[in-house]
């Protein structure tokens, strides 16, 4: 299976070339089976581009979406981008080769605009019918690098994916369970301490929760 030509990403959104010198080959003949996403906390998408194209920064993602909702593809799907870096979901390391990166044009404190988030919607669509992604392996960066990575933050709608069936349901199940073990079999199997993984799951879930952990911190959410 591979990525169709850029102009055909998806069926509504155009997307543009610019393309990044940061890549390489997918290691030991992985494919993608999740999606990233990410904000790129700087001034502009330009600036962000710039730096997702520069050999020195050693950096770089497949897609960005700015905020007014164009697309630009910088890496082709086929190739391993340099976006997630250490991390772990599901029991699943190296992340850059079995994923596909999607940055978004955002500092992480404001909400993700209506056509960012629309064209978001199209380009997950289009990724999907290419590759085996199922809904509960799109992701965010903190999901798989809990404690060294916040994106895409308390302000990015998980619940308007999860609606459309683009991300994990946001219905809790009770499980029977300790608070570790839900979080594990929920896919935060990085190995990180309580709080640290509360952290997570709560910018996740409940961004809006604070404090110690409660009953509803250990009613996690069922992996569709």
């Known amino acids: 299976m591979g990525s169709d030509p850029v102009s055909q990403c998806c069926a509504r959104i155009a997307v543009r070339h610019c393309p990044s010198l940061n890549f390489g080959p997918r290691r030991n003949s992985l ?18 581009i710039a730096r997702l194209c520069d050999p020195q920064a050693e950096v770089s993602a497949h897609y960005l979406i700015d905020r007014s909702g164009p697309v630009t593809q910088m890496v ?18 190296d992340i850059n080769s079995r994923s596909i990166g999607i940055e978004l044009d955002n500092d992480g404190t404001h909400p993700f605009p209506e056509p960012q988030m629309a064209a978001l919607e199209d380009l997950l669509r289009g990724i999907r019918s290419r590759w085996p992604v199922a809904a509960s392996d799109i992701i965010g960066h903190s999901d798989m690098a809990p404690g060294r990575k916040s994106d895409p933050g308390p302000r990015f709608d998980w619940a308007r994916l999860a609606r459309q069936g683009l991300a994990a349901p946001v219905s809790p199940q009770m499980q029977g369970e300790g608070f570790e073990q839900s979080a594990q079999r929920a896919g935060f199997t990085a ?3 309580r709080a ?7 910018l996740r879930f409940a961004p809006w929760r ?3 952990i409660t009953d509803d911190d250990l009613q996690l959410y069922h992996r569709i």
């Open 76 to 93: 082709n799907e086929e190739h391993r981008a340099w976006h997630a870096g250490v991390g772990e979901w599901r029991g699943l390391t």
């Open 196 to 202: 640290t993984l509360l952290t997570a799951t709560r």
């Open 31 to 48: 494919t993608p089976i999740l999606i990233v996403i990410h904000y790129t906390a700087m001034a502009s998408a330009e600036a962000a």
């Open 191 to 193: 190995p990180v301490d």
């Open 210 to 212: 604070e404090g110690p």
